[in-house]
């Protein structure tokens, strides 16, 4: 049961424009969200965070918005550059029982032409 | 210099046999988690221990199994029972909600 998901598999955006990644999550419990990125054969990196007390974190060219009432947060990545090219996940959490353990989307494989 | 070191990168496993998959850290975190990434796939939760001499069953713990002796170190072995472990093994370990991961073993059957 998919708690956390991105719908879409791919994206294709030209270099210098704006990136969306979507992601929607069905559990009302999660109170953390985060985003990840991660190349073929490696493990995934940290990109941003947002907690559900907050609607928007920037950081850079990276901003993250979470709409609680529609569950729903995005990724925008602004400008767009080659090196951006990778999978990015959307992750969340609920509570501590499970030691911060995160629920993961199936990703949105994204790439930045020149 | 700090970070979670994952061996081997390949490994290869023959039908029946248990293999274990290494997983040590130096950032002096409490918590270690073991995921399971599959092609198309997020990443699901094998097990995880909050503590030493501690940990919990995750999403798809069948077939698996893991230890926690010692802060550093976490784990995991895929048993014979485990039907299929073709799969790409991530292990992480926190800071409060954020995972730190290693950088992955690439299980396959020969």
């Known amino acids: 049961d998919q708690q956390v998901k991105q719908n879409s598999p791919s994206l294709s955006v030209q270099e210098g424009r704006i990136s969306i990644l979507n992601c929607d999550y069905t559990?009302?419990?999660?109170?953390?969200f985060l985003w990840y990125k991660k190349y073929p054969a490696e493990g995934p990196t940290f990109l941003i965070s947002?907690?559900?007390?907050?609607d928007k974190n920037e950081d850079g060219r990276f901003t993250v918005f979470l709409n609680k009432s529609a569950k729903h947060l995005s990724l925008h990545i602004v400008p767009s550059q080659p090196g951006d090219s990778a999978v990015y996940f959307c992750?969340?959490?609920?509570?501590?029982?499970?030691?911060?353990?995160?629920?993961f989307g199936k990703g949105t494989s994204l790439l930045v032409t020149p | 210099d700090g970070g979670i070191t994952q061996s081997p990168k390949y490994l290869f496993r023959k039908e029946g046999q248990n293999v274990t998959l290494s997983c040590e850290q130096n950032?002096?975190?409490?918590?270690m988690y073991w995921y399971r990434q599959d092609p198309g796939q997020g990443l699901r939760l094998i097990y995880y221990?909050?503590?030493?001499?501690?940990?919990q069953k995750g999403d798809i713990a069948e077939g698996y199994s893991v230890s926690r002796e010692k802060k550093e170190s976490f784990p995991l072995t895929v048993t014979s029972a485990q039907k299929n472990p073709t799969a790409f093994y991530l292990c992480?370990?926190?800071?409060?909600?954020?995972?730190?991961f290693g950088s992955g073993t690439q299980l396959s059957v020969l």
């Open positions: 992750a969340a959490s609920a509570d501590s029982n499970s030691g911060y353990a995160l629920n």
């Open positions: 992480a370990s926190a800071l409060n909600e954020k995972l730190f």
């Open positions: 947002i907690s559900s007390i907050k």
């Open positions: 559990n009302s419990m999660f109170d953390y």
């Open positions: 950032l002096n975190h409490d918590a």
């Open positions: 221990s909050q503590i030493v001499n501690d940990f």
